[in-house]
């Protein structure tokens, strides 16, 4: 199965609702272009699992909206867990590192009752990535999985 870039989502101020995109802009500075969150370095966009948020529906047994989660990104057909971190991710012509778990907090439960606890296990929250080179996604692009390994031995060989 390839992944794909299903979803793309950013807010212009901490609190503000989540406004959905057909394409965006990355960079290594912003994150995305006129999101929020995207000044933090190892922070500048966040992914979420279709497959994740499916399943934390399922437990709610609620059909909730994916960017209720307010991640940045929605992918299919990849499910996030501790060995991804170092992980780089290419979508479209923009590289991506995952630096760490995306922690929910107490904003989910304000969204909707029980979600953060959902999201807790299993890293169903999605994961933080920092830019490694900037550019353009839009929905539908690729999403490859790249290892730390890889990209060395591309480098070296």
């Known amino acids: 199965m390839s992944s794909v870039l299903k979803g793309i989502a950013i807010r212009d101020s901490s609190r503000a609702p989540m406004q ?3 394409y965006a802009d990355v960079s ?3 994150g995305i272009v006129g999101d929020a969150r995207g000044g933090s370095r ?10 994740d948020w499916t ?6 047994k609620a059909p909730l909206h994916w960017s209720l989660r307010r991640a940045n990104f929605l992918i299919s057909d990849i499910q996030f867990s501790k060995q991804w971190v170092g992980t780089q991710l290419s979508i479209g012509e ?8 995306t922690n929910p907090c107490k904003r989910m439960d304000e969204a ?4 953060r606890h959902a999201l807790k296990s299993d890293w169903r929250g999605g994961v933080c990535t920092k830019v490694i080179a900037p550019g353009r996604v839009k929905l539908g692009d690729p999403v490859l999985v790249l290892s730390l ?3 060395k031995k591309k ?3």
Do not use: W
């Not at 190892?42 to 497959?51: A, F, Y």
């Not at 399943?55 to 709610?60: D, G, I, K, N, R």
């Not at 923009?94 to 778990?101: A, C, D, F, G």
């Not at 909707?112 to 979600?115: E, H, Q, T, V």
């Open 94 to 101: 923009v590289l991506l590192q995952i630096t760490r778990e």
């Open 20 to 22: 959905q995109l057909e």
């Open 112 to 115: 909707y009752p029980g979600l």
């Open 42 to 51: 190892k922070r500048q966009v966040t992914i979420l699992s279709e497959q």
């Open 28 to 30: 290594m500075q912003q």
């Open 155 to 157: 480098l070296f060989f």
């Open 149 to 151: 390994e890889s990209q």
């Open 55 to 60: 399943a934390v529906c399922e437990e709610l």
